[in-house]
Each structure stands twice: as structure tokens, then as C-alpha cells.
């Protein structure tokens, strides 16, 4: 008789210990998976290494002439990264410039962005006279990034008007020889 009852609480156990083993998994599974994506607002200009620029104008041949731009130039690339916060749903691009150079209008106008870049990129406004002020050249960025380097981005001309001209700032008497006159242009990445 002990041995039965020996083999008899034996198998209860095994059943308990089998029972338990079983209860623990199903047919289904699940875990937590953290993800942190950090906001970003970056702006640069291309190429990095030669993005000063050199623009002048040409002395008249011809009495009664005014003095003429001696061209454009578009060497320089607009690259932006943008992750957008909840409370911003898009970003802009302003520029300004500091210092105005007596008689003369510096003009910069972004092309449409072209390159590597994915995600929701800005549109670019019409040309832009630059001033001290503020003033938006890439509107409703959202989660983007445009490429890094040259020819990726938005594309950037620049140009000089003598004042006086349609749609000018400056005024043509302002205008005063100088071998050379520097301004920074600056470019700010922003919420709205």
C-alpha cells in the first residue's frame, strides 16, 4: 500500500509540475518596443568650403550709361533637415542680410528642390530684394531632408541691381566706388 500511494502522490505532483509548465505560454505573445525620434531644424549652405561669394558691376563704355551687373551666380545650394514637432506642422527658411550696401539691390532666388532629398520640402517664393529684415524664401517644410552638398537642395541665384530700377530698394545716388564691399547673408530655419 505505501507503494501506491507513493506512486500515487508522485503522479499528482507530476501532473501539478505539468499543468503549471503548460499554463505558462499560449499561442500569442507581446512586447514593448521605446522609440524616441528627436526634433531637428537644420540649415546650411554648399559647397562648405566656397560659398563666399564675388559679385560687381561693369563701368559704362558709353557717356550718359549706368554701370551694369556683371552677371549672376548660382554655384550656392540651399540643405535642410527637418523632423517637425507636433505643436509646428511645417517650418520655414527666412533670409536677411546685414549690412546694405549703398545704391545696390542684392537679389537671391531658390529653385524648386532637387537632388536626394525625401519627405515634405518647402516651396521656394519668388526672387527676394534682401534687407535687413526677415524675409521667407522656403515655406511649408515639413519632415524632409534635401540631400547634403552640392546640387542637392534649392538651387540659390544671386544677382546685383544698380537702385532706381523696377522693383528696387536702393536708390542709383546712393551709389559709391568702393574695391569692396562685404555683407553677410544669413539663412534661419524655423517654426511657423
Known sequence: MKRI?????????????????????????NHTVTISVPEV??????????KNITL??????EAGLPVTPTGTN?????NYSSIKSVADATR???VKVNAIIPGIDIRVTAAAATGAGGG??????????????????????????????????HNLTYALAP????????????LEATATA???????????
Not at 531644424?41 to 566656397?50: Q, T, W
Not at 560687381?56 to 563704355?61: I, K, R
Not at 562685404?182 to 511657423?192: G, L
Open 56 to 61: 560687381g558691376f561693369t563701368a559704362p563704355t
Open 5 to 29: 500511494k507513493f506512486t500515487l502522490a508522485l503522479s499528482i505532483v507530476a501532473v501539478a509540475i505539468s499543468a503549471n509548465l503548460s499554463a505558462q505560454d499560449t499561442n500569442t505573445d
Open 163 to 174: 537702385g532706381s530700377g523696377p522693383g528696387t530698394v536702393a536708390s542709383y545716388a546712393d
Open 41 to 50: 531644424a537644420l540649415v546650411d549652405i554648399e559647397p562648405a568650403a566656397n
Open 74 to 78: 548660382n554655384t550656392l545650394w540651399l
Open 92 to 94: 520655414n527658411v527666412s
Open 120 to 153: 515634405t520640402l518647402g516651396t521656394p517664393s519668388a526672387q527676394l530684394t534682401l534687407s535687413a529684415a526677415d524675409q521667407t524664401i522656403i515655406s511649408g517644410i515639413g519632415s524632409a531632408y534635401t540631400g547634403d552638398g552640392a546640387n542637392n537642395g
Open 182 to 192: 562685404v555683407a553677410t547673408v544669413t539663412y534661419t530655419i524655423s517654426d511657423n
